[in-house]
């Protein structure tokens, strides 16, 4: 399953819709059909994704360790 099913599938959970999404994002309803059509979601576009669904993006390791990615860590990479 590809990252737009489950973008999708998220949504629909949530009850949210792409409209919502897209201007969450700042972009149009059609940029955002491109992103799923293309299955083209940055690491950025993810982070800010989970954000919106009220989820959590992050690594999880064998041990069970989680690294969490969060729209503070896109903020610290946006200043230097």
């Known amino acids: 399953m590809g990252i737009s099913n489950k973008v999708k599938g998220m949504l ?4 949210k819709k792409n409209t919502e999404l897209a201007t969450y994002l700042g972009m149009t309803p059609q940029s955002l059909a491109n992103k799923f ?11 800010k994704i989970a954000d919106f669904l009220g989820c959590e993006l992050a690594f999880i390791l064998p041990d069970n360790q ?5 729209l ?8 230097g």
């Open 12 to 15: 629909q959970l949530k009850g």
């Open 37 to 47: 059509n293309r299955d083209s979601f940055s690491a950025a576009d993810l982070v």
């Open 72 to 79: 503070e860590d896109l903020r610290s990479t946006d200043k």
């Open 66 to 70: 989680h690294i969490n990615i969060t």
